[in-house]
């Protein structure tokens, strides 16, 4: 993994960009912020999803033990309608793939999961989630957007992750001194016609404490 440093006055940051995820182990170091695994897509999975109308896309909101994602995740797809064959297969099985991952990493017996439907201005602002660590997975549309401040005002400068691609993000409660000030948001998309897949794996310690 190559790990760009960066410090802007107090806030220092790095963000690792792996090419294999197994390299993706340097998120839980000290000085890395963020961690990116570079990859894309099957082009037919791709083409797949933009085919299908935004009402028809997955949307869920659970938590649950590691080895109920794929169980679950068959049921979200089978409640949404989404026809089955080869590209369902892989978003199902990368699903499953990248939670067990991510709940490895992060020792996390039980993780929340997401499916969001974004055709909106959804979380336009950067900021930092109030958790301690964070997957998110960009399926269909522009991928998550993220920069330094120092000051938490907008970066004036920022990257977007791309589609396919998971990036993990530490929030406010992950114990590191000094703030990494690294920012992140969705992509402005209102008014645009574009509609994103997004995953969010988050780590759930107690499943009871989040009720």
């Not at 004036?156 to 590191?176: D, E, H, M, N, Y």
């Not at 402005?188 to 107690?206: A, H, K, M, Q, Y």
Request: charged share 25%; proline share 7%.
């Amino acid at each position: 993994m190559n790990l760009v440093r960066r410090t802007v006055k107090d806030a220092a940051i790095g963000v690792g960009m792996a090419d294999d995820p197994a390299d993706l182990g340097t998120f839980v170091q000290p000085g890395c912020a963020a961690a990116i695994w570079r990859r894309k897509m099957p082009p037919d999975v791709e083409v797949w999803l933009d085919g299908i109308d935004s009402e028809g896309l997955p949307r869920a909101r659970v938590i649950l033990p590691l080895h109920a994602v794929g169980e679950a995740v068959q049921h979200l797809f089978d409640m949404a309608n989404l026809p089955d064959g080869s590209e369902r297969d892989w978003l199902q099985q990368d699903i499953v793939g990248l939670a067990d991952m991510f709940s490895d990493l992060m020792k996390a017996r039980f993780l929340r999961l997401r499916l969001d439907v974004v055709t909106t201005n959804a979380c336009r602002k950067f900021h930092v989630d109030a958790i301690t660590a964070r997957l998110v997975c960009t399926y269909r549309g522009t991928g998550t957007q993220y920069g330094i401040s120092s000051d938490g005002a907008d970066p004036q400068r920022f990257f977007t992750v791309q589609t396919g691609s998971p990036i993990l993000l530490r929030g406010t409660l992950w114990p590191a001194e000094p703030s990494s000030g690294l920012l992140h948001r969705s992509p402005p998309i209102e008014g645009t016609g574009e509609t994103r897949l997004v995953l969010v794996l988050d780590p759930v310690t107690d499943p009871e404490d989040e009720i």
